[in-house]
C-alpha cells in the first residue's frame, strides 16, 4: 500500500518556536538578577544602570523594526546576533563597551520575538489570542528561569562561567535553525498586495503606542524588582532574586491561564481587565514595607500583566498587517522597554528614592489603560474578521 506523502511542517517547527521563545525570554531577562552585581563589580549608579537597559532594549526596537517577509531567516539571524552580543559582553569589563555588546544582544532577542511572534499571528487564525499566549508560554518560562539560575548558580559561579554557557546554547540553537531551514524560501511569508489605508495608519499608531507603554511597563517592574526588594525589603540578594522568581511564576501561571480565558473572553474585554488589575497591583507594591508583602504583589503583578501582551497584539494581527508593519509595531515595545526603565533610573537617582520612581510604572499602567479606551477610527478587529467571513 503507498502513503501519500505528508505535506512539510513548516518552518521553524513548533518545537523549534517553543525553543526560540524560551531563549528570547530569558534573555530579556538577563539584566534584572544579575543588575546589583554588575553595579556593584563596575561601582554603578541607578541611573547608569539604567544605560545597560536602554542599550539593550534599543538593540531590541531594532531587531524588530527590521524584521520583514523572510521571516524564518530572520529568527536565524536573530539567535546568531544574540550570541554574538553574548560573547562580546563576558569579555568587557567597562560601561561603554557593554552598552555595545548589549545593543547587539538586544538585536537579537528582538527580531527573535518579531519574527516569532508574526509567524505564529499569520499561522494560527482561530482563536489567535490564545495560541499566542501558550506559545508566550514559553517566553514567560525562560523570563522565569533568568532569575532562577541567577539565584542557584551566583553564589557558586562567575558570571562569565554562567553567561558564557547561555551563549553556546544561542549557538547551538542557531545552528540548528539553520539547518531546518530549506535551501528555497517558500516557507517566508509572500509579499502582500494590500496597500494600507488611512484607518490601518491609525490602528498601527495605536497599537505601536500600547505595546510602547507595556513594553515599558513590563521591564520597570521587572528589572528593577531585584534592587526594589533589596532595597526596601531588608533581605539578602539571592532572596531578592527569588522575588522576581514569584513575579515570573505569577506570569507564567497567567498565561497559562489567558490561553484559556482568551476562548471565552473577547481580547479587549480581557486586556482591559488586565489592565486594571495591574494599576491595582502596582499601587500596592509601592505601598508594601516588607519582603513578604513585596513578594505577594509580586505573584499578583505577574498573573495581571500576563495577558496584556498576547490580547493585544492578536488584535491587531487580526487586521492582517504586513510582515514590516507588524515589526514595527513590536519594536515599539522595545523601545518602551529602553526608555521607560531607564527614566524609572534617573529619577530614582535624582530623588534618592527608587520607591517614588516606582510611580513610573503605574502612571505607564493608566496611559495603557486610557490607550484601550481610545475610539479607533474604522471597523474593529472583530468586525474585519466577520466582513471577511
Given at each position: ?32 538578577p544579575i543588575l546589583p552585581i554588575l553595579s556593584r563589580q563596575w561601582h554603578l549608579s541607578d541611573q547608569q544602570s539604567g544605560l545597560l ?126 539547518a531546518s531551514q530549506r535551501k528555497d524560501i517558500t516557507d517566508d511569508l509572500q509579499p502582500t498586495t494590500e496597500t494600507p489605508t488611512k ?191
Amino acid at each position: 500500500m503507498i502513503m501519500a506523502a505528508m505535506p512539510p511542517a513548516p518552518k521553524p517547527t513548533l518545537p523549534l518556536m517553543h525553543a526560540g521563545f524560551l531563549l528570547a525570554g530569558l534573555g530579556t531577562f538577563l539584566l534584572g538578577p544579575i543588575l546589583p552585581i554588575l553595579s556593584r563589580q563596575w561601582h554603578l549608579s541607578d541611573q547608569q544602570s539604567g544605560l545597560l537597559l536602554l542599550a539593550q532594549f534599543t538593540g531590541a526596537t531594532l531587531g524588530g523594526a527590521t524584521v520583514s517577509q523572510r521571516l524564518p531567516r530572520a529568527f536565524t539571524s536573530g539567535l546568531a546576533s544574540a550570541a554574538t552580543g553574548l560573547l562580546l559582553f563576558v569579555n568587557v569589563d567597562n560601561l561603554s563597551l557593554a552598552c555595545l555588546a548589549l545593543l547587539l544582544f538586544g538585536f537579537g532577542i528582538g527580531r527573535i520575538i518579531a519574527s516569532l511572534n508574526i509567524l505564529a499571528g499569520n499561522r494560527y487564525t482561530r482563536q489567535r489570542g490564545s495560541a499566542l499566549s501558550r506559545l508566550n508560554l514559553s517566553f514567560s518560562l525562560g523570563c522565569l528561569l533568568s532569575p532562577l539560575l541567577a539565584a542557584q548558580l551566583t553564589p557558586h559561579l562567575s558570571l562569565f562561567t554562567i553567561l558564557a554557557s547561555l551563549c553556546v546554547v544561542f549557538i547551538v540553537t542557531a545552528a540548528i535553525a539553520a539547518a531546518s531551514q530549506r535551501k528555497d524560501i517558500t516557507d517566508d511569508l509572500q509579499p502582500t498586495t494590500e496597500t494600507p489605508t488611512k484607518f490601518l495608519t491609525a490602528t498601527f499608531l495605536l497599537f505601536a503606542a500600547i505595546l510602547f507603554f507595556y513594553g515599558g511597563l513590563e521591564t520597570c517592574l521587572s528589572a528593577w524588582l531585584t534592587t526594589y526588594v533589596l532595597r526596601y525589603g531588608q533581605t539578602s540578594l539571592v532572596l531578592s532574586q527569588y522575588t522576581l522568581v514569584l513575579l515570573l511564576c505569577g506570569l507564567t501561571a497567567g498565561r497559562a491561564l489567558a490561553a484559556w480565558l482568551l476562548t471565552r473572553l473577547s481580547e479587549s474585554t480581557l486586556l482591559r481587565l488586565a489592565l486594571a488589575l495591574t494599576i491595582a497591583c502596582a499601587a500596592a507594591l509601592s505601598l508594601a514595607h516588607s519582603a513578604a508583602l513585596i513578594a505577594i504583589e509580586a505573584v499578583a503583578l505577574g498573573a495581571c500583566l500576563a495577558p496584556i501582551f498576547p490580547a493585544a497584539f492578536a488584535l491587531y494581527m487580526a487586521l492582517k498587517p504586513t510582515p514590516r508593519q507588524a515589526g514595527l509595531v513590536l519594536a515599539g515595545s522595545g523601545l518602551g522597554a529602553a526608555a521607560i526603565p531607564y527614566l524609572m533610573g534617573a529619577v530614582s537617582t535624582h530623588t534618592g528614592s527608587l520607591r517614588l520612581a516606582l510611580t513610573l510604572p503605574i502612571a505607564t499602567a493608566v496611559i495603557l489603560m486610557l490607550l484601550t479606551l481610545t475610539p479607533r477610527s474604522g471597523p474593529s478587529p472583530h468586525e474585519v474578521l466577520a466582513a471577511r467571513e
